[in-house]
């Protein structure tokens, strides 16, 4: 069941059990880990869900933290459906490249093709913030470097208590 709150013509957020969550356990897990995720094709609510339910359950990282969901308008490759997106925050012991090839293989799971650049998908996990760090490699940069741009981001980032 999901409450749903028009913040304007194009804007539109849901809120669930698990949309927002915050959990307040300890955590022996040494990095924090801001992540973006995100879908637009099928029933990418109940992805969502599935997602926080396989994620609580794996012992490599420790959910914190999650946003409201926002449903948004696509950028960049504007013909396809609107996307749905949402802020996940984690502790995790793995290094940042080697977390990020952890979230490959999650979207991969959850049924990512890629085919071009904002191309419509099931399912989108992007390193927000690693730390406090500065990482920019060909794989990986971070702070994400459209993360302040984007309503996507802004609008979930906002509602989360820091």
Known sequence: MYLKRNVSKNLTTFT????????SQCSSHRYSVTVGIGGNIGDV?????HLFVFL?????VKLKE???IL??????????????NSIMVFKVNMQAHAFLSYLMRIEKKFGRKRSFANAPRT??????????RNIKTSKL????????ERESVRIPL?????
Request: aromatic share 18%; glycine share 4%.
């Open 16 to 23: 669930s059990l698990c949309f927002p969550y915050k959990n």
């Open 45 to 49: 609510k109940r992805r969502f869900e």
């Open 56 to 60: 609580k359950r794996d012992p490599r």
């Open 66 to 68: 999650t946003s409201l």
């Open 71 to 84: 449903k948004n308008p696509p950028f960049g490759f504007v013909n396809q459906d609107d996307f749905f």
């Open 123 to 132: 399912l989108d996990l992007d390193i927000l913030f690693f730390d406090s």
């Open 141 to 148: 940069t971070v702070p994400h470097p459209a993360w302040s």
């Open 158 to 162: 906002a509602g989360m208590k820091r």
